[in-house]
């Protein structure tokens, strides 16, 4: 709200004074804020003051505004007498019409500064076209001047030999050697102008007239003095020269033109976009510079209806950089693996190595005895049971100053895979044969385990000191498996041994050196480490421990390596005698410690340049496992029907943890080759090291017990087991665990019931029975009915009751028993629905107790 208070406003009845109208008119305005505050301002208001010379009427109308000032009228001149429409005039404006003439004034100002920048944008535009056109004559110019000067040059050289200077057609600049005597008689009188070439060109007719530009009040000095193409080429004398501030002001005005300028499109940049397998739409516009919403579109046009979060394979993502005109590169993630296969040692870097020997057979045949009787120590005494339940690495340095890695393998059936392992991590398998029990399943196992892994063996006949030892009934058992010894000409080494009385020993080792000569084994010491895990557990007191044979390079402490989907730095290396070692060549095995995890046994231990390469790789390595583990096979009705049977038989659930990797292995493929139709076994978790709090409270959700094997549970673990009742199962010999698994699993299934049928009788004659209903004339036709025996009525073969009798007569009298060719009355508890023609079967139920 504003209140205009005008003191100047004429009272009535009152005479307007004589004199200049005042062209500034005052007033207040009172301004209203919140809060009831308040605020008075003086506000003046001017209006122009319109002049005219003497004798001009009053009347006239008031010209429009314009920069330019009206010009000064003499002072002594006195104004006419105003008429009576220019009386009205005089009286001052309303605030209304007031408001109105500066609406107006300010709505001319506004198209006045508008007029006065169109002309400026028009002379700017003018001034640019007449700029290009002078650059593109000025080029036309420089091309014409070229090509002559090409010419005189070429003139030049026709001259005769005779001249002083002897010019050349090669370069412009040669042809202007040839015009420098003419020219520094004229450089005698005065300064030399500069020129863009000195060739003396031809006149040339002057260039068309440019528009005449407005005028700027005077001569333009500026223009005057710039150097063009023309005044080059004349013989104008003293002629200004372009100043290197022009040229360059002239380059950056084409460069900006070539560019486009900010107003126009810039010219599109391609890129080379790395796709990997899968990728999101908005990180692949990311990655192309483009917008969302536009490949989007394109995805659209092309089918396929997806949003930025969506995901897209490589080939769809190839098809819309190659539309956006860029270079695509294909990435994977697997290329974040360390591809150890195509990295080949040169030759001339290759030393040689000790062999690698693997010793395999059958349980209790005497591997490890002779083993010990090759290195002089007592390791069987260890072993629990007397039978080996781990891999064993050793390195056995001979006589004769070589040295052999020895793998020691179980020969218990559960070790299939420690087998499969130890025959492709070696060089030399030794096939140790019992002379006096022949060849066994776990033999023949060892023999074809040799021959996947392509590997020469040599045969080891052992307990040749038995009086019952047949060492000739081995070798012709031997040929059933086409393993032919040198004896009966073939090419297989053999050798009869005696580990307990160390008979032939150094004849086993000298075939083992000749064999490892043969195959000329070598390997770059000088290189990253690389190596196989034997075998792997969790030491108590040292944490992940893994026993590594190195394949290639050297092992050190203080290497970081990756191994499996585990990651780690080299802490100690410790060898087979139990002494810590700085470093580990070729085929030298080590107990290496600082992995952050347990690895898999077989699996590729890699020395890498540093930590962060080495989380990478296990990280990639254990989202592939993680990745497997939960991708489902697709649903097809075959295997949904198996899966329902499945679901059909009894779980027995268990937990397993053992001492080392491969025994978990071994234990639950054990486990899961005992279950049947009827009952399975559930490996709830397995895992290596000692039974935890964790471990048991998983095991008491399920009810389930848990397997130790070479391990126990710490005290928390057994305060929480004996409070849920969790059953704690402690084994050292793996074949008294899958009995005791097998018993306990056929116990949850109970006694099985076998039906024995005892009789059978045909229905003749049906007869009321009073309250017992009716009652059934039967023949005996094969065996007996008793009264306590269960029995079944059948009709056109379809069971009709399952019950058991209520009464048995023959002739009015109750007899317990009715033998084959006889006639008796029956009838059956509950059941009246019988019809003459009807079967009777009776039958006996054995329950016997369920073996797996």
Excluded: W
């Amino acid at each position: 709200m504003s209140d205009i208070d005008n003191k100047e406003k004429p009272k009535l009845g009152a005479r307007a004074p004589l004199g200049l109208k005042r062209t500034v008119e005052t007033g207040k305005v009172k301004q209203s804020f919140s809060h009831g505050r308040s605020n008075t301002v003086v506000v003046e208001v001017k209006r122009r003051r319109i002049l005219g010379r003497p004798g001009e009427s009053e009347a006239a109308p008031a010209p429009e505004p314009e920069v330019t000032a009206a010009p000064a009228p003499a002072p002594a001149a006195k104004p006419a007498p105003a008429p009576a429409p220019a009386q009205a005039s005089n009286r001052p404006m309303t605030p209304l019409e007031r408001r109105e003439q500066q609406e107006r004034l300010l709505r001319e100002a506004e198209e006045a500064r508008m007029a006065a920048l169109e002309e400026t944008r028009r002379r700017e535009e003018q001034a640019r076209h007449q700029a290009s056109e002078e650059e593109r004559r000025r080029a036309e110019d420089n091309r014409r001047a070229e090509e002559e000067a090409r010419k005189a040059a070429e003139e030049a050289a026709a001259r005769p030999a005779e001249e002083t200077v002897a010019p050349t057609a090669e370069t412009p600049v040669a042809a202007s050697e040839a015009e420098a005597a003419p020219r520094e008689e004229r450089a005698a009188s005065g300064p030399a102008p500069r020129r863009f070439t000195p060739v003396q060109p031809a006149r040339r007719p002057e260039p068309p007239a440019r528009p005449a530009r407005p005028a700027r009040g005077g001569d333009d000095r500026r223009q005057s003095g710039k150097l063009t193409v023309t005044r080059a080429l004349s013989d104008d004398e003293g002629a200004r020269a372009r100043s290197l501030a022009a040229l360059k002001r002239a380059r950056e005005k084409e460069k900006r033109a070539q560019m486009g300028g900010f107003g126009q499109p810039q010219a599109k940049q391609v890129r080379d976009v790395v796709v990997p397998d899968a990728i999101t739409v908005g990180e692949l516009a990311n990655r192309m510079a483009e917008r969302g919403a536009d490949l989007v579109k394109a995805l659209f046009k092309m089918g396929m209806p997806v949003t930025l979060t969506q995901t897209i394979d490589q080939d769809t993502a190839e098809l819309l950089v190659t539309e956006f005109g860029h270079r695509i590169k294909r990435v994977s993630e697997s290329d974040i693996d360390i591809q150890s296969d195509e990295d080949v040692d040169a030759a001339d870097t290759l030393k040689a190595r000790p062999p690698v020997v693997t010793i395999m057979g059958h349980v209790d045949h005497g591997k490890t005895s002779l083993l010990d009787a090759l290195r002089g120590t007592d390791v069987v005494q260890g072993e629990a049971g007397g039978i080996t339940q781990h891999i064993g690495a050793y390195q056995v340095q001979v006589k004769s100053g070589d040295k052999i890695t020895f793998l020691d393998t179980p020969g218990h059936e559960a070790f299939s895979e420690m087998r499969a392992r130890g025959a492709n991590v070696t060089d030399i398998v030794v096939l140790v044969v019992a002379a006096d029990d022949g060849l066994r399943p776990q033999t023949i196992e060892a023999i074809n385990h040799t021959k996947a892994a392509g590997v020469p063996m040599i045969v080891a006949i052992n307990k040749i000191d038995k009086p019952e030892a047949k060492p000739q009934k081995v070798r012709e058992e031997l040929l059933q498996h086409e393993v032919i010894v040198e004896d009966m000409g073939g090419d297989v080494q053999d050798v009869e041994v005696s580990a307990l009385k160390k008979t032939n020993l150094d004849e086993l080792i000298e075939k083992i050196l000749l064999q490892a000569e043969l195959l000329e084994l070598k390997a770059n010491p000088d290189r990253a480490a690389e190596g196989t895990v034997v075998e792997a557990q969790l030491d108590k007191g040292r944490g992940p421990v893994a026993t590594v044979l190195v394949n290639r390079g050297t092992l050190r402490v203080g290497d970081v390596f990756v191994v499996g989907a585990e990651s780690g730095k080299v802490r100690a290396l410790i060898d087979d005698k139990g002494r810590n070692v700085k470093e580990a060549g070729p085929s030298v095995p080590v107990e290496v410690l600082g992995i952050s995890g347990v690895p898999g046994a077989g699996d590729q231990l890699t020395v890498v340049e540093n930590e962060a390469r080495a989380r990478e790789v296990a990280a990639y390595r254990a989202g592939v496992i993680q990745q497997k583990r939960t991708t489902s096979a697709p649903a097809s009705l075959e295997s949904m029907f198996s899966a329902l049977r499945d679901k059909q038989a009894i779980e027995y659930p268990v937990v397993v943890k053992a001492d080392t990797q491969g025994s978990v292995e071994a234990i639950v493929g054990a486990l899961n080759k005992i279950g049947t139709d009827d009952i399975r076994v559930r490996i709830l978790h397995s895992g290596v090291g000692g039974i935890t709090e964790s471990d048991v409270i998983l095991a008491s959700a399920s009810k389930a017990p848990i397997i130790g094997f070479n391990v126990r549970p710490n005290a928390k673990a057994r305060e929480i087991a004996n409070r849920d009742g969790v059953a704690l199962k402690y084994y050292d010999v793996i074949y008294n665990l899958t009995d005791e698994i097998r018993a306990g699993m056929a116990g949850q299934l109970g006694p099985e019931a076998i039906e024995h049928v005892v009789g059978r009788a045909e229905v003749r004659e049906v007869f009321s029975a009073g309250k017992h209903g009716k009652a059934a004339g039967l023949l005996v036709v094969e065996g007996y009915i008793r009264k306590a025996l269960r029995a079944r009525i059948t009709r056109d073969d379809v069971i009709i009751y399952n019950g058991s009798i209520a009464s048995l007569r023959r002739f009015k009298d109750d007899v317990p028993e009715v033998r084959a060719g006889l006639e008796c009355g029956v009838t059956f508890e509950g059941h009246t629905d019988i019809k003459a023609g009807d079967f009777l079967e009776t039958f006996e139920v054995e329950l016997r107790e369920r073996t797996l």
